[in-house]
């Protein structure tokens, strides 16, 4: 079993506001990052640290966390925002990394 | 920008040796962490480990240590051999730099992946 998990899918209509959540012990200690990834691209590094966002990444993205939990929020949601969302963090161990299986995010 | 590039082999036989290479232009290897990851047809990211510009490595302890990293600094490459492979390593390889070297524990530019098929 993974150590991060994830909801499978969410659904969000256009313009509204949508939470996708990331769960693991190791969130307690380590900061996550969230991925958005398209169909056939790369994924694309969103939200970094406590609440960071690379250039170029609309700041309709925003990033939290608390306890075992890490969120990412989508703030206003647009049709290209439609993608798989993947959250990363160290493992408990600390000594490496780790993927939640990911979030499909559907923009209606 | 620094962008990176995946080279290799699409199709592999399964026991061979898979080798990947990740080439890095406009800007320097040094001074990063790099890493390579994985994603299997339908599934999520899993990461299989990295490497510091200097040659320190780190992998992945859940995945058989069939997996060597290294890196050429005069090339600005770095690369990736999986050895004994079957049809479960079947999948898009992707490399990424990390910015820990930054105090940040993610990857802020990644290749186009690969993919790799592992058939006979």
């Known amino acids: 079993s993974s150590e991060l998990t994830q909801d499978p899918a969410v659904s969000v209509a256009l313009g509204q506001t949508v939470r996708i959540t990331c769960q693991g012990d190791s969130l307690r200690n380590y900061d996550a990052s969230w991925y958005q990834q398209k169909p056939g691209q790369a994924p694309l590094l969103v939200i970094y640290g406590k609440n960071n966002r690379p250039s170029g990444i609309p700041d309709r993205f925003s990033g939290s966390s608390s306890g075992n939990t890490a969120s990412l929020t989508i703030t206003g949601a647009q049709a290209e925002d439609e993608a798989d969302y993947h959250c990363n963090s160290r493992a408990s161990s600390g000594n490496h990394y780790v993927f939640a299986t990911g979030t499909k995010v559907t923009v209606l | 920008q620094v962008q990176l590039q995946e080279s290799g082999p699409g199709l592999v036989k399964p026991s061979e040796t898979l080798s990947l290479t990740c080439t890095v232009s406009?800007?320097?290897?040094?001074?990063?962490?790099w890493s390579w990851i994985r994603q299997s047809p339908g599934k999520g990211l899993e990461w299989i480990g990295y490497?510091?510009?200097?040659?320190?490595?780190n992998y992945n302890p859940s995945l058989k240590s069939r997996f060597t990293i290294s890196v050429d600094t005069s090339k600005n490459q770095f690369s990736l051999k999986l050895s004994s492979v079957t049809a479960a390593d079947t999948a898009v390889y992707y490399c990424?730099?990390?910015?820990?070297?930054?105090?940040?524990?993610?990857?802020?530019?990644w290749g186009q992946g690969t993919v790799v098929t592992v058939s006979s």
């Open positions: 990424a730099r990390e910015l820990a070297s930054s105090g940040y524990d993610a990857f802020d530019i």
């Open positions: 406009g800007g320097s290897i040094r001074n990063y962490y």
């Open positions: 490497i510091y510009y200097s040659g320190g490595t």
